[in-house]
Nanobody, 123 residues
Framework: VQLQASGGGSVEAGGSLRLSCAASGRPLSYYSMAWFRQAPGKDREFVAVISGSGVGKDYAEKVRGRFAISRDNRRSMVFLQMNGLIPEDAAVYYC?????????????????WGQGTQVTVSS
């Protein structure tokens, strides 16, 4: 599967962004999908994951209650709605696919990665 992330941009603290991840190739329902992020000088960190069916979801504690992950398998799309953004959320955001449809927070469990989209949050 090929992944293409988009929707990043620059917002003020308290603002919102909606990231999108477009997939092509095998039907997206086979894969759990996740968002990770990486800030300069820091390790890549888990943000949110959604199972292939869309039923299972999990979030990093840092974003729980502010971010929402969703998917549209018919359109082969995954979304990350980010509300209440804070400067600490600034990073490059990546979407990733797990061919075993796990619900994991570990980057090593993901087989396919998009190219990343930059999110900047000003205070």
């Amino acid at each position: 599967v090929q992944l293409q992330a988009s929707g990043g941009g620059s917002v003020e603290a308290g603002g919102s962004l909606r990231l999108s991840c477009a997939a092509s190739g095998r039907p997206l329902s086979y894969y759990s999908m996740a968002w990770f992020r990486q800030a300069p000088g820091k390790d890549r960190e888990f943000v949110a994951v959604i199972s292939g069916s869309g039923v299972g979801k999990d979030y990093a504690e840092k974003v729980r209650g502010r971010f929402a992950i969703s998917r549209d398998n018919r359109r082969s799309m995954v979304f990350l709605q980010m509300n209440g953004l804070i400067p600490e959320d600034a990073a490059v955001y990546y979407c990733a696919a797990d061919k075993y449809d796990g619900v994991s927070a570990h980057p090593s469990n993901y087989d396919y990665w998009g190219q990343g989209t930059q999110v900047t949050v000003s205070s």
